[in-house]
Each structure stands twice: as C-alpha cells, then as structure tokens.
C-alpha cells in the first residue's frame, strides 16, 4: 500500500512539472510572437515615411496588404 501511495506522488509530481513546462513553453511563445509582429509593423510605419513609398504608395499598400496577411 504504501508502495502505491508512493507512486501516485511522483505521478502527480510529473503531472504538474510537464503542464509547468507547457505553460512555460505558451509564455516564451507568446512573448516572441508579439515581439515579431511589433518589430515588423514598426518597420513598416517608419517604411511609409520615406519618398519610395510617396512616390508608388499605390503598389507599396497592395504589397503591405499581402505582408500583413502573411504577417498575421
């Protein structure tokens, strides 16, 4: 019995490890998602300022629509 007891602690300390790790693993996911997304549209803000794009802005928008759509 006590051999039984033993194992069902050590299951359950498995358990609770292994969805630790998920959970840890979601958080670390998550933040370097946001991070990419953030850069990139930063990167293309600052991109709408410089004199290529006000010159061909028509082609530039339909570009940054296909972007976007990958991007997401």
């Known amino acids: 019995m006590g051999e039984a007891l033993f194992d069902e602690e ?3 300390k498995e358990e609770t490890v ?5 959970i840890d693993w979601k958080r670390h996911h998550f933040f370097i ?8 549209l ?4 600052e991109y709408s300022y410089t ?3 006000q010159k061909n802005i ?5 570009m940054f629509l296909f972007v ?3 991007n997401e």
């Open 58 to 62: 028509q082609y530039f928008l339909v």
């Open 18 to 22: 292994n969805i630790r790790r998920a």
């Open 51 to 53: 004199k290529i794009f």
């Open 42 to 45: 930063v990167l293309k803000m």
């Open 68 to 70: 976007d759509i990958v």
């Open 33 to 40: 998602s946001c991070l990419i997304v953030s850069i990139l």
């Open 10 to 12: 050590i299951h359950d």
